[in-house]
């Protein structure tokens, strides 16, 4: 690959993220969407060796690294900035209304994956620790934020209407996480078109290059 001279001290932008991760799965299709080039850097947070604290006081993925060095957290802030620094394939839309509405999509969606991690990691606990009261609890919001996406969708092509963008990126991520780590949960026959927007996202290479490993 031939290398653009860079100016001195300035690095390419990397992205620390592992492959599992909803949020880090959202910045890559973002960033692959608009064509901006970065490294990605694979570290995995529960890892002994993980080197993300050094990055993100929180220990979480997905950490943007600029060009400076300076880091950027959390996913919602990383899109922002690469929706504003490339004209192309805007995820956002300009508009205050609009804008917001696919905000609101994007943190139904983290919302989503936030609850189905939290069991996720609770199975993972010796089972006489487990609280089948918190799992429970947990499964209520993945099933009400399915059924509210699955609602506000209906019929439209995408999930604020006739054009694509972040409202969908995040909710593809969250139905692609469902299959990674609830293979058992039928979300398909319970809500058809959200089963059809994620066929009409896997058509694009930015969701298919992105797909997680097999668990
Ligand atoms: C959530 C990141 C997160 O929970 C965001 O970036 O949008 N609000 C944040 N990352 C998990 C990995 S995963 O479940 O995607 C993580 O890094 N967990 C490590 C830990 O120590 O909690």
């Known amino acids: 690959m031939p290398t653009r001279p860079t100016n001195a001290g300035s690095h390419?932008?990397?992205?620390?993220?592992?492959?599992?991760?909803?949020?880090?799965?959202?910045?890559?299709?973002?960033?692959?969407?608009?064509?901006?080039?970065?490294?990605l850097v694979v570290d995995i947070p529960w890892d002994e060796d993980t080197r993300v604290p050094?990055?993100?006081?929180?220990?979480?993925?997905?950490?943007?690294?600029?060009?400076?060095g300076k880091t950027l957290f959390d996913s919602r802030v990383i899109?922002?900035?690469?929706?504003?620094?490339?004209?192309v394939g805007h995820v956002l839309p300009r508009e205050p209304r609009p804008r917001i509405m696919v905000k609101r999509w994007e943190a139904l969606a983290d919302g989503l994956?936030?609850?189905?991690?939290?069991?996720?990691?609770?199975?993972k606990r010796p089972p006489q620790q487990q609280s089948a009261e918190w799992i429970a609890r947990q499964m209520r919001k993945v099933d009400a934020a399915l059924t509210a996406m699955s609602e506000d969708l209906?019929?439209?092509?995408?999930?604020?209407?006739?054009?694509?963008?972040?409202?969908?990126?995040?909710?593809?991520?969250?139905?692609?996480?469902?299959?990674?780590?609830?293979?058992?949960?039928?979300?398909?026959?319970?809500?058809?078109?959200?089963?059809a927007l994620h066929e009409r996202l896997l058509a694009r290479p930015s969701f298919r290059d992105t797909l997680p490993p097999a668990a």
């Open 54 to 68: 050094q990055y993100n006081p929180l220990g979480k993925v997905p950490v943007w690294v600029l060009e400076d």
């Open 154 to 195: 209906g019929e439209q092509e995408w999930c604020t209407g006739e054009f694509f963008n972040l409202s969908d990126i995040a909710t593809g991520c969250a139905l692609g996480y469902l299959d990674l780590r609830f293979p058992e949960l039928d979300w398909r026959s319970r809500h058809p078109n959200l089963a």
């Open 79 to 87: 899109v922002e900035y690469l929706d504003s620094i490339s004209p």
């Open 113 to 123: 994956c936030e609850a189905a991690a939290t069991v996720f990691q609770e199975r």
């Open 12 to 39: 390419r932008m990397k992205l620390i993220a592992s492959l599992t991760s909803p949020f880090a799965r959202k910045v890559r299709v973002v960033a692959a969407e608009k064509h901006i080039d970065y490294e």
